[in-house]
């Protein structure tokens, strides 16, 4: 094994720019995604029937195509049609239109969107309407039962199954180097082919992965641990043995 060329520093900057990049996309991504799951599964829960029947449209689409065909519609497809809007190319907007980041995010929160959407569906439907229910009779408002009751409950229930998501999402991010973005997967392609070295590069990139996951791993699970009603009741209390009294005949 050869891992010499980890010594020139040209190589070390595509490392650490791909790694940096890596890191944006997971947590971008992440937090949008989450945010739309929150709107996809409010809208077929409590939305007018047309605006369910969108967002039902729109989670079958993007769980049923596979991700690396939406990276590609939306980078060569969406991105070639913008382009060949008049003005668009003279806005302001066009710097963020053409950068491969932006499409890399726009479609994995889309997916995350998609999937977290339909878990957090089941997980709201879930909560027992009586606790929403007590909310409105201490008089909170429907946004107040909703940010403060019904939201919180349906994310505990469901978090176990996001954090699932959000480790998927890591592993589906080398799939930005198929449209020229500089992730790590691309690093080490760009290290193969003027090291002409096939193994060593993929080995330091897939532990690199490994490691995020681990650590995406703990840190995740300390959410679940610290999240309010996850943590397993205990008794403040010692239970004490109480002998009853002889019966008297």
């Known amino acids: 094994m050869d891992f010499s060329w980890l010594q020139d520093p040209f190589y070390q900057e595509y490392l650490i720019e791909g790694f940096i990049n890596t890191l944006w996309l997971l947590a971008v991504s992440a937090?949008?995604?989450?945010?739309?799951a929150v709107a996809v599964a409010m809208a077929r829960l409590r939305g007018p029937r047309p605006l369910a029947m969108l967002a039902k449209g729109f989670t079958v689409v993007m769980r049923g195509t596979p991700l690396l065909?939406?990276?590609?519609?939306?980078?060569?497809?969406?991105g070639r049609l913008l382009e060949g809007i008049p003005g668009v190319q003279d806005s302001v907007i066009w710097p963020l239109l053409r950068d491969p980041f932006f499409y890399g995010a726009l479609t994995f929160t889309l997916?995350?969107?998609?999937?977290?959407?339909?878990v957090l569906r089941g997980a709201l439907a879930?909560?027992?309407?009586?606790?929403?229910?007590?909310?409105?009779?201490?008089?909170?408002?429907?946004?107040?039962?909703?940010?403060?009751?019904?939201?919180?409950?349906?994310?505990?229930l469901c978090l176990p199954t996001l954090t699932g998501e959000m480790i998927l999402l890591l592993k589906s991010v080398p799939l930005v180097s198929t449209i020229a973005l500089?992730?790590?997967?691309?690093?080490?392609?760009?290290?193969?082919?003027?090291?002409?070295?096939?193994?060593?590069?993929?080995?330091?990139?897939?532990?690199?992965?490994?490691?995020?996951?681990v650590v995406l791993t703990l840190v995740l699970r300390q959410v679940e641990r610290h999240f309010p009603g996850m943590q397993p009741t205990r008794r403040r209390f010692p239970l004490r043995r109480?002998?009853?009294?002889p019966c008297k005949h």
């Open 182 to 213: 500089m992730d790590l997967l691309q690093a080490a392609n760009i290290i193969r082919d003027e090291t002409f070295l096939v193994y060593e590069p993929l080995m330091l990139i897939a532990g690199i992965y490994l490691a995020m996951t």
């Open 31 to 36: 937090v949008g995604g989450l945010a739309l």
């Open 69 to 78: 065909v939406q990276l590609f519609f939306f980078y060569y497809g969406v």
């Open 242 to 245: 109480v002998e009853s009294a």
């Open 126 to 156: 879930s909560v027992p309407a009586g606790e929403r229910e007590a909310g409105r009779a201490f008089g909170l408002t429907p946004f107040q039962v909703f940010a403060r009751l019904w939201l919180p409950r349906a994310v505990q």
């Open 111 to 118: 997916s995350v969107g998609a999937y977290s959407g339909e």
